[in-house]
C-alpha cells in the first residue's frame, strides 16, 4: 500500500466507473481496479453500499445496483458501521455546514470516528470543511 492512511471512497466513484461516458469514468474505473489489486488502502461505510443500490433502483436498474454494490464489497475489505455516535454526530455536522447532503454528513462523521481525513470524491463542498482533504479521482496517484 502506498500510504497508512486509506482514503475513504465516495459513492460517486463506483457510480462513475460503470457509468456512461464521462470525463471521470476512467479515472473512476483505475481507482476501482487499483482497489481491486490491493495497489491502494480504502475504505467505505455501509452509506456508500445503500447510495449505489438506491442510486440504481431510481433510475430502474435495481438489478445493475445490486450487481454493483455486490461486486463492490468483494473489492473494498473495510466497510465502517454507522452507529448511533455516527448518525448523531452527522446532524451536528449539518448544522456547522449547511452546503453538506446528509448523506454526506454521514460520510463525514464515520470518517471522523475513524480518524480518517482523505475522501476520493468529484463533491467540492468536503473543499469546505476543515480536517478534510478532498482528493479528485482525476488527481489520484498511487
Not at 14 to 20: H, L, R, S, T
Not at 79 to 97: F, I, K
Request: include cysteine; charged fraction near 25%; glycine fraction near 4%.
Amino acid at each position: 500500500m502506498a500510504s497508512s492512511s486509506p482514503y475513504f471512497l465516495d459513492t460517486c466513484v463506483p457510480i462513475y466507473a460503470v457509468g456512461k461516458e464521462h470525463p471521470y469514468r476512467e479515472p473512476c474505473a483505475r481507482i476501482v481496479m487499483a482497489a481491486a489489486k490491493g495497489e491502494i488502502d480504502v475504505v467505505i461505510d455501509a452509506e456508500v453500499i445503500q447510495e449505489i443500490a438506491y442510486h440504481f433502483h431510481a433510475i430502474k436498474r435495481r438489478a445493475a445496483g445490486l450487481r454493483l454494490a455486490e461486486s463492490f464489497l468483494q473489492i473494498v475489505d473495510t466497510v465502517l458501521p454507522v452507529r448511533r455516535e455516527e448518525a448523531a454526530r452527522s446532524l451536528d455536522l449539518q448544522h456547522t455546514h449547511s452546503s453538506l447532503s446528509p448523506r454526506d454528513a454521514i460520510h463525514l462523521a464515520v470518517m471522523e470516528a475513524a480518524g480518517l481525513t482523505r475522501i476520493v470524491t468529484v463533491d467540492r463542498h468536503f473543499d469546505r470543511v476543515p480536517g478534510i482533504e478532498r482528493v479528485d479521482p482525476g488527481d489520484l496517484r498511487w
